[in-house]
């Protein structure tokens, strides 16, 4: 044992020196490893193939310049970035972020995850991730249009329906995709599957939308069922108010769970009577729409509004991290479990710091790691992509068929892989099961 945890210590230490200060990259991969290094020791055939060293260096990266008008004649210049980690079983595939903070660590970090999260969908798609640290909010229409024109300019170089499908993340999501695949087509003069979340009139796919968000919940559905529980009945605490967290709210709704919260980067809202479907429907609009405040919905159903704060003080069954990667601290893990949480699906990204991922593990509570719980987004865009080469569109009740069925999947791969006595360890079941099919194909295609 001692020898492992050498191995890790060491391990880690190589991988902090070749990527200094990339906090968020050494954290992901780091998760990853403490599984992986143990798996690894009696199986020589990775060991050999260094397939954990490889896959923690990216296939390639992309930086570039992103200059555009803004609505008052200023020249604004943007940096723009694709990871592209691993196309091992399928090409690079993974969603486009622009926010301000967007850095090459973050961006490395999702790439990374991407590959392991694209692998456990059972579908034929390597990892990537992409962005800008342009910040969408109080931008025009026609600025965002411009913005996405000129990064398009630069990306189209390195993407394709074979090479590389970039999608949605945050701050990108059905207008911005449409502005980038419409110029994509203008360059390439190719009417093709190169992205995926498009509307649905020029090559979308039903339920899209929904797919992390209502998997995130199909995910803690099947954790809880695992344990002979429901989700009926229960209360539930969900953080973000973007694309993941109104479809997990809407699912949760339908389940017959009691939403309290939602949040956005001002503060969270917290509604003790429920958040119903007509209410979502107001957030849905005032989001997408409006793009407003979640402080709005406060105003307007007369309930709390605590600025600058996270929901995870409030008491409650479930809790689904909605908005963005390291949401939740060690202290606020502490305090959901002390408040009486038994599961926790993660819609975002790497949102809880790693403190918190192992005291949730510790607690044996029914925990999905990002990677397995949110999955069911990059699946639908998979969906979407065989749509695309079909030329023809599945039913709703096809695809959410579908995504179901690729979310049981994804749950019972964790239980093989993460059985531990009577508990499963979801963060080992997800690492595992998604590291062999990518190191198998390492393997199979040779040292490159
Ligand atoms: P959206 O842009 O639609 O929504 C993001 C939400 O999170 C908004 O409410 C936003 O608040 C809030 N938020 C963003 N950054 C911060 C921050 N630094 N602090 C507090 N709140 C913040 O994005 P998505 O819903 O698409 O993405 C949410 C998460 O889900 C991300 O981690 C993303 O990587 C992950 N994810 C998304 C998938 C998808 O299909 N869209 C697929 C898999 C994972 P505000 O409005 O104030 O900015």
Redesign the pocket.
């Given at each position: 044992m001692a020898k492992v945890q050498e191995q890790i210590e060491s391990f880690s230490q190589g991988l902090i020196r070749r990527n200094p200060g990339e906090h968020e990259f050494h954290q992901a991969v780091n998760e990853v490893a403490e599984n992986i290094i143990p798996f690894l020791q009696d199986r020589p055939h990775y060991q050999e193939a260094q397939i954990l060293e490889r896959l923690t260096e990216p296939d390639r990266i992309v930086i570039f310049r992103v200059s555009w008008e803004d609505d008052e004649g200023n020249v604004r210049t943007n940096r723009g970035y694709r990871v592209q980690h691993s196309n091992c079983i399928g090409p690079y595939k993974g969603?486009i972020?622009f926010?301000p903070?967007v850095s090459l660590s973050i961006l490395k970090f999702?790439a990374f995850e991407q590959t392991f999260?694209n692998s456990l969908t059972g579908l034929p798609m390597g990892g990537a991730k992409g962005g800008s640290d342009f910040n969408p909010?109080g931008r025009s229409n026609r600025e965002i249009m411009r913005f996405c024109q000129a990064f398009m300019a630069q990306l189209w170089h390195h993407i394709g329906p074979y090479t590389d499908v970039p999608?949605?993340?945050?701050?990108?999501?059905e207008r911005e995709v449409g502005f980038m695949f419409g110029q994509y087509k203008r360059l390439t003069n190719q009417f093709v599957g190169a992205l995926t979340?498009k509307a649905l009139h020029f090559g979308g796919s039903l339920i899209?939308?929904e797919?992390?968000?209502y998997g995130t919940v199909y995910m803690l559905e099947d954790m809880l069922a695992h344990r002979g529980d429901k989700i009926a009945g229960k209360t539930a605490i969900v953080?973000?108010?973007?694309?993941?967290?109104?479809y997990a709210a809407e699912k949760l709704i339908q389940l017959g769970a009691k939403v309290l919260t939602?949040?956005?980067?001002?503060g969270f809202i917290y509604d003790p009577d429920g958040i119903t479907q007509e209410k979502l429907d107001y957030v849905k609009h005032l989001?997408g729409v409006e793009?407003g405040?979640?402080s709005e919905y406060a105003e307007k159903y007369s309930c709390e509004f605590h600025a600058d704060k996270?929901p995870w003080g409030v008491e409650a069954a479930l809790a689904l991290p909605?908005?963005?990667?390291n949401?939740i601290s060690a202290d606020d893990a502490r305090l959901l479990i002390e408040n009486g949480c038994i599961g926790v699906s993660e819609?975002?990204?790497?949102?809880t710091e790693k403190q918190g991922c192992d005291f949730f593990v510790e607690s044996k509570i029914a925990y999905a790691p990002?990677k397995a719980a949110?999955?069911?987004?990059?699946a639908v865009?998979g969906l979407e992509m065989t749509q695309n080469s079909m030329r023809l569109s599945w039913t709703r009740d096809e695809l959410d068929r579908r995504l179901r069925d690729i979310m049981r999947d994804i749950h019972q791969k964790c239980v093989q892989y993460g059985t531990e006595g009577d508990h499963v360890n979801y963060v080992k079941g997800a690492n595992i099961a998604g590291f062999i099919k990518v190191a198998d194909a390492m393997i199979s295609t040779g040292i490159l």
């Open positions: 969603g972020r926010h903070s999702l999260k909010k999608a949605g993340d945050i701050g990108v999501g979340g899209r939308a797919a992390t968000g953080s973000g108010s973007g694309n993941v967290a109104q939602l949040s956005d980067s001002s989001k793009r405040r979640i996270r909605c908005a963005t990667q949401e819609g975002a990204n790497m949102p990002s949110n999955a069911g987004g990059v865009s």
